[in-house]
């Protein structure tokens, strides 16, 4: 059924090689058959990139696609989320999505979830070779950026066991900006180690909005923060929905007018500016930032490796950090967690944690192998142990080295 | 680097997860704030949902000295998922007459806001607080009412505050129960 020349530009690049490919990348025509039968990719967000995304896939080649998202559709999607029509308004939209793509690009799959990233357990996304986001928020990147890391294994050495990578694309707009990235955990940075690339929102005192607001922003801030809470309590804000966005704006308005003060604008409320400037003729501006993996990343960096004797008590596992020649005046009175289990605390939970020292670290870790954060007021961030529990000599014999 | 297409044949592979992504980085370095939370005398923590949710929380604070002297002030802690790149949701559960703090329960101390920085900790926010109970302050005043009190005769000010600790008392129209 399929039309000829269908897929040739398609074949252009798959069985070709190319300048622009990764060093990995072997030309082979069967690729064609593995993207469209057997290659499973999962699309996060139904949203105005997701619908780019979903159409982008189903006319590359890719035949096995999921797409999920929890949002129903709004009227005002409509202008460029160009799956949904008038009819589908409220109906959600990872099945409306799926079903105009299924219709109208033949032999291509979507199945959508219509449910929170969250509802769903590790195995669901374990079973994709891609993922790649459509995504409006920081924390369900997060989200996302700790689920395709928690497949990575390390191999002894502690480099990244290629088949445990689990690759992720991310991809953002916001006004007329907009980024790509790939990030392939234990290789690249991943969206943890550059967190500190997306600015912490302006802030002002809560004194200045509630007793001397001096700018449009300022009563506009105080009707969303403070007002809505008094006059609406129980009610959630949400942007997306414009009478929430009318009564802010419109008690902005009463503030600015008691105050004096001009220039609340229903456009300053919904928090845009109103000027780009573009100029072409030099290039574009902009700045280049150091994007590296951050070695001691909570997320994706393999930890530090740690071998003790297969019997050791937890209070052997700490003496044993703490004789550690690697963290030599590091290590003054660590705490030692497993994942969400605190092993023994200091501070607050140091006495219901103390029993635990004389345990078979074994028992209390559940086998021979975690990681383990271990934390220490000397540490600037928590220090992420590989621990290997074994009687072996050679590991014994790699320790001393 | 990486043979995406051959990840195939290498799907059977276990891959059990070792890092569970249920814990956010949020929780991560909460466990780092608690193993070093240093909590001065009177002062009390308490986990409504358990001591293995450590996203939320309950601290009393009973200032030793000062004007709100034998008082016992209720916060209530909301930590989001992206601390220490946001800060805790803080609020006053007590009603207190506080130049500082309106009537419900918002809080007005910069490093919740503005000034807040990843570098600052669970600590640094007890501190904050215990010093906003120790030095009140009217020039920012988030009540006016007890500010305006506070500025104009400061005695009468301790006295309505401390009437109100100990047995309740009206103060304007607003009356603030005992909260000894």
Redesign the interface.
Same mark, same amino acid.
């Given at each position: 059924m399929d039309v000829p020349g269908r897929w040739k530009d398609l074949d252009h690049l798959l069985t070709r090689p190319g300048n622009v490919v990764g060093p990995g990348f072997e030309p082979d025509p069967a690729l064609r058959a593995f993207l469209h039968d057997d290659c499973r990719v999962l699309c996060v967000g139904a949203g105005g990139l997701g619908c780019e995304l979903l159409k982008d896939l189903a006319l590359s080649g890719f035949g096995q696609i999921d797409v999920i998202d929890m949002d129903t559709i709004d009227v005002s999607n409509l202008n460029r989320q160009f799956l949904f029509r008038l009819k589908d308004v409220g109906k959600p939209k990872a099945e409306v999505a799926a079903a105009a793509i299924n219709q109208r690009v033949a032999g291509v799959h979507v199945t959508p979830h219509f449910c929170r990233i969250e509802e769903k357990p590790l195995e669901f996304y374990q079973q994709f070779q891609i993922i790649i986001l459509g995504l409006d928020s920081l924390e369900a990147r997060r989200y996302m950026n700790q689920v395709a890391c928690s497949f990575l294994a390390f191999e002894e050495d502690g480099s990244p066991d290629l088949s445990t990578i689990k690759p992720m694309i991310d991809g953002g707009t916001e006004g007329f900006k907009g980024h790509a990235r790939v990030i392939l955990p234990g290789f690249t940075p991943c969206f943890e180690c550059t967190l500190w690339l997306f600015p912490p929102q302006t802030k002002f005192p809560l004194c200045t909005l509630a007793e001397t607001p001096r700018s449009p922003a300022h009563c506009i801030e105080y009707a969303h923060l403070i007002q809505w809470g008094q006059e609406r309590p129980g009610h959630d804000f949400d942007a997306d929905v414009e009478e929430h966005m009318r009564w802010v704006y419109d008690e902005a308005l009463k503030r600015a007018a008691k105050f004096g003060i001009a220039g609340v604008s229903y456009q300053l409320t919904q928090g845009m500016d109103n000027y780009m400037m573009y100029v072409g003729t030099d290039g574009i501006y902009t700045h280049t930032v150091k994007y590296e993996k951050d070695a001691a990343c909570l997320i994706c960096s393999s930890g530090v490796p740690l071998h003790a004797p297969a019997s050791s008590t937890l209070q052997q596992v700490i003496d044993q950090l703490q004789r550690d020649p690697r963290f030599e005046g590091k290590l003054q009175s660590p705490s030692v967690s497993c994942g969400p289990q605190n092993l023994y605390m200091h501070g607050i939970f140091e006495e219901e944690t103390r029993q635990n020292l004389q345990k078979d670290m074994k028992m209390l870790i559940g086998g021979s192998h975690a990681i383990l954060q271990v934390n220490d007021k000397k540490l600037l961030a928590p220090l992420r142990c590989r621990l290997t529990l074994s009687d072996h000599s050679d590991l014994d014999a790699e320790m001393a080295e | 680097?990486? &043979?995406?297409?051959s990840?195939?044949e290498?799907?059977k592979?276990d891959?059990? =997860? !070792?890092?569970?992504?249920?814990? +956010? =980085?949020g929780? @991560?370095?909460m466990? &780092?704030d608690? +193993?070093? @939370? *240093? @909590?001065a005398k009177g002062t009390t !923590?308490s986990f409504p949902d358990g %001591?293995?949710k450590l996203l939320h929380f309950e601290i009393f604070l009973k200032p030793e000295d000062g004007i709100y002297k034998a008082g016992t002030f209720h916060f209530d802690f909301q930590v989001?998922? +992206?601390y220490p790149?946001?800060p805790p949701k803080i609020k006053c559960k007590t009603k207190v007459f506080h130049p *500082?703090i309106?009537l419900?329960g918002? !809080?007005?101390l910069?490093i919740l806001?503005?000034d807040?920085k990843p570098v600052l900790s669970i600590n640094s926010i007890i501190y904050g607080l215990q010093f906003l109970f120790l030095d009140p302050n009217p020039e920012?005043? @988030?009540n %006016?009412e007890a500010a305006e009190m506070l500025a104009n005769n400061k005695a009468k000010f301790e006295s309505q505050v401390q009437a109100a600790i100990q047995r309740g008392a009206y103060i304007g129209s607003n009356h603030f129960p005992p909260c000894r």
């Open positions: - | 680097m990486i &043979k995406l297409f990840v195939k290498k799907q592979k891959a059990a =997860a !070792i890092n569970n992504p249920k814990q +956010s =980085a929780e @991560l370095r466990q &780092k608690m +193993s070093e @939370l *240093n @909590l !923590i %001591k293995d989001p998922t +992206s790149h946001e *500082n309106d419900d918002n !809080i007005c910069n806001r503005e807040w920012d005043p @988030l %006016k």
